[in-house]
């Protein structure tokens, strides 16, 4: 350890003359460790929200999503398909069709978005663990069934207890629109409610689930689809994903967009992030306040000891040492407070991730707030909070400073 460290440390935790100083390092070191206690917690709170947006959207939307460049459904091609399911990383492979149509039931109209699964996503969805009334089922027989978002099923009146179907149109491709019977150009179909969802806001308030085959009877089709919905085995991770995405982009080339689970959601995912850089910046600013206690702490402790620092000068002591000897001293009071935030602030975080104490408010379907520790975010709080205390410990440590008060 070399010489202005050990003064520094000196300085820190023996008696100090006047109490006030005492004071106002207890007080510094306890306002850095607030900072970084809150920095902790709040970043695990929004990691929470953000994994909880998406578990969520994972019910509804596929690990990979293939659309065409071009138009609004293509057929896709059996060694396609092949070869996608021959990935290792490939759990299934879906087809679907999806299209806003016109819906009526029990003199209630509206749109939705109707999307045609096949019998794999019935079977494999994800949806199927969100259903809050009635089940999950697109057919009873050879009768068609449709599941609908709590939503959009308030707002039409649709009861899934009631023998009472719903009719979706869509204007027919191949004919014109008749201005005296404008019912004669559309087509349509009927699907019995067999129960309701609820996952986010917006597909509670929207969607509507069919067979594939009803789908296409509906929008006069024969093979195609709107797009391939691919979902992964278990343990595929974000980096695998990346590298499964650009692959599959390669094989099928122009013609077809390919998108991960954050490219379908783009907009939604950059909002939580920048709402979490936000509140990261304010925090850093409160830290930066609370930081310039540091400045009077080591203004006061130099006047103090100027007799240890002309005697210093004295035994042949530079003032690039001095200097140095109190930064270390303001430095080692913001690492102080920091590693007792860092330690409090996971405290806090796993007792929440234990036992729950702080409970959601209103309705939902997780009752405790929920909380995610990322090593990234403990690791840029602690640099962050170290590169402000020892910014500010330059100021009063400056030389100009030390002349002052010799």
């Known amino acids: 350890m070399n010489l202005p460290l050990k003064i520094a440390f000196r300085y820190l935790f023996a008696k100090k003359s006047h109490n006030v100083i005492n004071i106002i390092s207890a007080i510094s070191a306890t306002g850095m460790a607030i900072g970084t206690a809150a920095l902790v917690v709040i970043l695990s709170v929004y990691n929470g929200f953000s994994s909880l947006v998406s578990s969520s959207l994972s019910s509804i939307e596929a690990d990979i999503l293939i659309e065409p460049s071009a138009g609004k459904v ?14 290792p990383e490939t759990g299934s492979v879906c087809e679907v069709l999806q299209e806003n149509v016109f819906i009526t039931y029990d003199n209630n109209n509206g749109v939705a978005l109707a999307k045609g699964v096949d019998s794999l996503y019935e079977a494999l ?7 809050v009334d009635g089940d999950f089922a697109l057919s009873r027989g050879d009768i068609p069934q449709t599941v609908v978002g709590v939503g959009f099923a308030y707002k039409m009146g649709i009861n899934h207890r009631f023998m009472q179907a719903a ?5 027919d491709r ?3 629109i008749s201005l005296t019977n404008p019912s004669a150009s559309l087509r349509s179909v009927k699907a ?14 929207s969607l509507m689930l069919l067979q594939l085959g009803t789908m296409r009877k509906l929008l006069g089709y024969d093979k195609e689809v709107s797009a391939l919905e691919i979902r992964f085995r278990e343990g595929v991770d974000d980096k695998a994903a990346k590298k499964v995405k650009n692959l599959i982009q390669e094989h099928l080339g122009t013609g077809f967009t390919v998108k991960d689970r ?5 907009t939604l995912y950059k909002m939580m992030r920048s709402e979490k850089a936000a509140v990261y910046l304010i925090l850093i600013f409160v830290v930066i306040i609370i930081a310039f206690n540091i400045f009077g702490s080591l203004t006061m402790l130099i006047i103090e000891k100027q007799e240890d620092i002309a005697t210093l000068r004295s035994l042949g002591a530079r003032d690039n040492m001095i200097r140095r000897t109190f930064v270390l001293e303001g430095w080692l009071i913001t690492l102080l407070g920091m590693a007792a935030g860092l330690v409090i602030g996971l405290l806090v975080v796993a007792a929440q991730q234990q036992f729950g104490f702080v409970k959601m408010p209103g309705d939902f379907s997780m009752t405790d707030y929920p909380v995610i520790i990322k090593w990234t975010d403990i690791t840029i709080t602690a640099i962050s909070v170290a590169v402000i205390g020892y910014v500010i410990a330059l100021v009063p440590g400056r030389k100009s400073t030390l002349q002052e008060g010799t």
């Open 167 to 171: 009719n979706f149109y869509f204007p």
């Open 125 to 131: 969805s994800p949806v199927r663990e969100h259903m």
């Open 262 to 266: 954050y490219e379908q959601n783009e």
């Open 192 to 205: 019995w409610p067999a129960g309701l969802f609820s996952i986010t806001t917006d597909t509670d308030n």
């Open 174 to 176: 191949n004919k014109k």
């Open 74 to 87: 293509f057929v896709p091609q059996e060694n396609d398909l092949q070869w996608l399911r021959s990935l």
